[in-house]
Every structure is written in C-alpha cells, then in structure tokens.
DNA sequence: GATGAATGAGCTTTCATTCAT
DNA sequence: TATGAATGAAAGCTCATTCAT
C-alpha cells in the first residue's frame, strides 16, 4: 500500500505520480521497469518515490488493486443488464463491456496485460486468488447454459473457458497496438464471431 | 547469427553450449537471463561467448530460429499423413504432433513459450513474419474446410484460428507445469475437446 | 544540547520523545539509529525533532549526558554509606549499587554500552574527559586502600582500575542479555568473585 | 570466500585491495565501512570488485579469517615453548606473543578489534565458535593451573578468564592509540602487572 | 582464437536534514 | 512553532560487453 503521505498529496502531483507509472508498467514488465524512469516522468526526486511507495512492487501492487477494482466497479453495471439474457448473449454483453472499459483505460490495461506476461510467481504473489477467479466465473456461466438446456452437458466446459480467457489476451494484445490496432468495428466483429463459434460449438444438438 | 568461430567448435563443446542457453532461456526471460550464467553451465570463458556470438540477443536468436527449424522438420512428417484426413482431423493430429514434440524437446518448447511473453518490440524482431506465419497455415487449412463442405463459409476463419493459436499458448503452459502438469491422457482429452468444439462451432448447418 | 523548545514541551511529550530515544540509541548502535524510527515511536513530526534538537547527535548527546547525571545521582547515596568500609568492601557496594541502578535503568545502560562500542572518536566527542574519571574514581580509591596497609604500595593500581572498569564492561554485556541473561544471584556472586580476586591480588603481603 | 578471480590476480593488485579493505575495517564498523571507499583507496572499478568479492561481507569475513589464521600461525610457537613454565609465566608469554603479533599486525589487529565491537548477530555468524574458544582456552589453562596447586581450586576460574579477555581488549584500543599509543615497554608492564594481580589474586593461600 | 579480468552505467533503496506552509 | 513533504547524496550490487594478453 501507498502510505499515507502519498494521499495527502494534492491531487495534481498524485496523478502525475499514477500517470508516470501507468506509462511505464504499461510499457515494461516489472523488472524491466525502473523507479528512476518513473520519477523523471513524474518529474520528482527519487527519495519522494520512497516517501510516497514501500518500494517498486509497493506500487505496482497499488497498480494492478487499482486496475482490478476499477474494472470491477465498470463490469458490476454490465453484469446486472446481462440477467435476462441467454448465456452467450451474456458473454457477448461481457466483452463488449470490457472493451469499453478498455477503450476508457487503455494503460490501465496494458499493466494488466504485462503482468500476464510475467513470472508466475510475481503473479501468484500480486495477483492471489483472482487470477483463476476470472475463468471459474466463465465456467460458472456456461454451467447455467447447461442448466437452461443450451449447452450441451457433455461439452467440456474447462477447455472452452480456457479457450475464451485466451482469446481475449489475444484481443488485449490486439487492442493494445499488438501487432496492429483495429478499429472498434473491426474489434467488435471478432468478438461476435467467438461467441458465435463457441455458440454453436458447444450447443445441445 | 552466431558468428563462424562457433561453427569451427567441435560439436561437444558447440553441444555444451546450446544446452546451458536453452536452459538458460528456458528459465527465464531474455532480459533476465544473464550470460555469466551461460558461460559458467557451459564451462566456457567469458570471453568466448563474444567469439562464438555477437551478443546475447544474438544467441537467443539463433536459439529461436533452431527451434522453429526443428519445429518444422518435425511436423513435416506429420503433415504429410495428415493429407488423407478431413480438416478437423488434420488440426487434431497436427496438436498430437506437437504434443510428441513437445515431449521431446521441452526446453525447445520453453524457450519459445518465454519469447511469446516477452516484449511485443523483442518479438516482432525476432520472430519477424514468422508468427503471423503459424496463424496463417492454420487459416489455409480451414480454407480448406470450407472448399470441401466442411466448414461454414461464412464462418470468421481468423477468429478461429487465433483461437487454436491461443489456447496452444494455454497447452504449452499447462505442458511446462504452469500452472500444473497434468498427465499425457488428460492433455491429449483437452485437445480433443478443443477441436470438437472448434469442429461444432465452424461446421456447415 | 536541546533548543529551550524542547524545554517548552509538556512533560509528557518530552518524556515520550525522551523514552523513544533511549529505546532507538539503547537497540542499535548511533549510527544504525534512525531518526525516522524515533519520531514514529514518539508520535511527533519529523519536523519538530529538529525543532527541539540541532540533530541527531544533539539528542545522542543528551541522553548520555542524562543517563551520566541520573548514575551519579543515585550512586552518590552509595557513596555516603560506604565511608565506614574497607576499600574492597567499597569497591563491593558500588558494584552491587551499580547493579541496582542496572535493575532500575537498563535502557539507560544499553545505550551507554552501545557507546561504548562506537568509534574512538565518537566516544571522545560525546565522553570528553568522563570516561577516564570513571577509572580516575576507582583508583583514587584504591589509593586511600594503600593509604590504609590494606593494599601493596607496588600494586599496579592503574591496571587494575582497567581490569575493574573492562570487567564492568562484561558484567553490562551479561546484564543486558549478551550473551545470555543470568539470574540476580548468579550476578552478584561473579561480582563478588571479581573483588575477592583482587583483593587478593592487590592485598599486602 | 573471495572468489578465484581474486586469486588470479597479479599480487601487487591484490595486496592493494587488501590494504584498502584493512585501512577501511580497521577504522570503521563492517557497517560503517563502504565499499566505495575501498575500491577508491584500491584504485580500481567498482564492478571490480564484484569480481573478485560476492559481496561486502564476503571481503570482511575473509580479513577476519585471514586475521585468525595468522594469529594462530603466530602463536603455534610461542604456545610450544611455554609448556615448561607455571600457568601464569604461560600466560605471560602467551600475552607477549600476542603482543608481537601487533606490533607485526597492527591493522589485523585493529580489524578483529572493530569487530568485536558489532552485532552479536555478526559477531557469531562471522566467528562461529571461536569467540568463545578463547575465553575457553585461558580456563583450560587456569583449570592446570588448580591441578598443580598453583590456583585455589575455589577460585572462581569463569570470572578470572572473563578479567582476562576483558582487560585484553583494552589493550588493544590502548595499543591501537585509544586514547593514547603508549611505548612497548609500558605496554609490557601493563601486562606483568595484570599478571601479577592475577597470580597474587588466584594463587593458593 | 582463447581467455578472463576490466569496466561503468545503472539498478533499488536509505536517511539525515531542510524547506515551505 | 508545528508540520510533513522534499531532497539528494550515497549505499550495495548487477551485468552485458570490451579489452589486453
């Protein structure tokens, strides 16, 4: 956690602070990333950077909490609307909002996606439960479509969750200029067209 | 490349140093790797890895490329009694193909499964047109599907593809013990799975 | 010494910051203390330590100035009632005060010991001539013990005022836990030891 | 242990780091004592050191060592010629050796002397059993000393070796110029006349 | 060509003290 | 006077690469 003294800060230094780490998470894996490069983004004394964070990993870890709950926080409204609809139409529902959140906070999700990318330790360590979180809520969701007769019950939900939270690290990367950035339509259409594949790959009959 | 002094080597000591790398890339990431490390396991002077190499990125290069050759060496074999088959069948018995591979090369395997998490910059210099490559042949193939009736042809052929090249990257982390490493059987049963629900999900009707 | 505002501080404040020093300086050595450490413990500003001292030093300073005055005062009853004995019986009771002001004061006495282990030169700046008039005491006693034919006039009284003081230095090192904390008995008794050797070894004949 | 990097090295070079590491432990705590000063004084990069050393503490053990070594080396001679003599001519002669050996050694000297000024904690993790060894081995000779009724055996031999040791480290802050560099023969009267108060203080009678 | 020592920029972190309000 | 953020020099250490023999 921050200490304090990085809250007391007035509001203008704090965000050029996140702004500067953003930037560099966003554009280095933790190790590479450096304490000195942030500071002279943000533009402070280096001895500030260990009045405000614990250390590096102190606010990297602030980092991913903050991206996480402000994900959770946007995903809470998509997730109420999705109650009527079918179990693909939901997961539909569940991209294109997660898009959005992406398209609103873009460097939020490439800290993200960097520590996708790193030592599973470091992972496990920052990341704790929520990282298997995100596929067990999928495989929770296609249970239902077993339950409402829309999947079939001998389809093996564990792969096709796998094959759902993989393909958005793909759209992430996508998304993220990795190896080129589409635009919004284009985007949008892929992840129709999974849906759709999933959908009738998995369907009763 | 590495440069002619490493091809005069005699091929244990040539041998001996491929095998440190490989370990070496295979544990950890490019960046994090070290060459001290390298040249200790090699039990090679220091200074002869700058004769034999130009650079560390030079070796992993070299590494890389070796292990996309065996790769495809391999799987030439494969492809070829693949012919006969009908294009879901071709995909599954190229994933058993690559499975043996894997089993035979693991630390070929984990060196390229450490690239694929590397900075987007690191891989597209090394990888070059090469990974758009292995998402292209995959789409041939599904081209092919739709010319024998097989597969819709309004299907999204490079959503799918990006599919089955995304849910291998999840394969080859579940191979190398990340999360768990899970017997031959059960590896094989997901793969089965995968491409029954790709084969659902992308077939006419 | 102090600025008059530390003086200015109600006695609780002031008897915080004091009981925080004493517990920093008596745990780790001056330089290892941490003023960061201090201030926390005390519950004060950062800022207002320089407020009441000029630096570190300053409050080092006065708390070995302190803990000399309050030794002094409480030995100074012992002194009184020691008049009528012989000079080993002497030396015996001031130990034995010494002990109890240990009992009464041992942070007190941590941090004179942690002195003791500093620099040459801190310990001259800080001890200036206290330190030899500590040994000065002893032999001056001794003295009145030739004075008396109760000790050889050829006696080394010099050396032995060192051995007294050094082993006081041990009897401290015991006291305080290092290397291991004995029972009040078992003190006294090495204590006890300690004279009678002497006072064999200094005695007439 | 240095590495071999360190022993490879031509010996003027290694005898200058040496002296620089003796100059720094000598006059300042491990703790205080800094690498950068070292190289400085060394005259060589400080990735050098790195080189020839795992870390600071490395460097420090190996002086320490270094420093036993060559004490014990030392007094294998004198401790062979003093079989014949009474246990207090023995420890006589053992001080006067030790006394030789500083003259000889005095930056070793003041090395060991630094160290006994730190942490237990460094204390016993750099000395081992050794600390206590020495201690042990006076006792060990004033035990001889009560078979050969040299010693009253109700004396108490625990606090007689503690005198001993204890008084030993003020002569070597006296012998190292705390507070005052005496010529050798008042050093060598020091120690007969802390010989003597022993002998006096312990014999029979 | 082989060797292994030399190099130095850069890393994260600490901390006494000063500054600005 | 009180406050707590600002500061920056300095610490130990790493490592790819170059240099000298």
Redesign the pocket.
């Known amino acids: 956690m921050p200490?304090?003294?990085f809250y007391?800060?007035d509001k203008e230094?704090r965000t050029r602070v996140l702004d500067a780490a953003l930037e560099e998470f966003g554009s280095h894996s933790f190790h590479r990333?450096?304490?000195?490069?942030i500071v002279e983004r943000a533009d402070?004394?280096?001895?500030?950077?260990?009045?405000?964070f614990?250390?590096?990993?102190d606010l990297y870890r602030h980092l991913i909490e903050m991206s996480q709950e402000k994900k959770f926080e946007f995903m809470k409204g998509a997730l109420e609307e999705m109650e009527s609809e079918d179990v693909f139409g939901r997961l539909r529902k569940l991209y294109r909002a997660g898009f959005r959140f992406a398209e609103q906070n873009p460097r939020l999700l490439a800290v993200g996606q960097n520590l996708m990318k790193e030592d599973a330790e470091l992972q496990e360590e920052l990341l704790e439960e929520s990282l298997a979180s995100g596929e067990d809520f999928i495989i929770g969701t296609l249970k239902e479509g077993v339950e409402n007769d829309e999947i079939d019950p001998n389809a093996n939900l564990s792969v096709a969750a796998s094959m759902i939270t993989q393909y958005n690290l793909k759209l992430v990367d996508i998304f993220l200029g990795t190896p080129l950035n589409e635009g919004a339509e284009e985007f949008l259409k892929k992840i129709d067209s999974m849906i759709d594949i999933l959908k009738n790959g998995l369907s009763k009959e």
């Open positions: 200490k304090k003294t007391n800060l230094k990333a450096t304490v000195s490069r402070i004394p280096k001895g500030s950077f260990y009045q405000y614990e250390s590096k990993k």
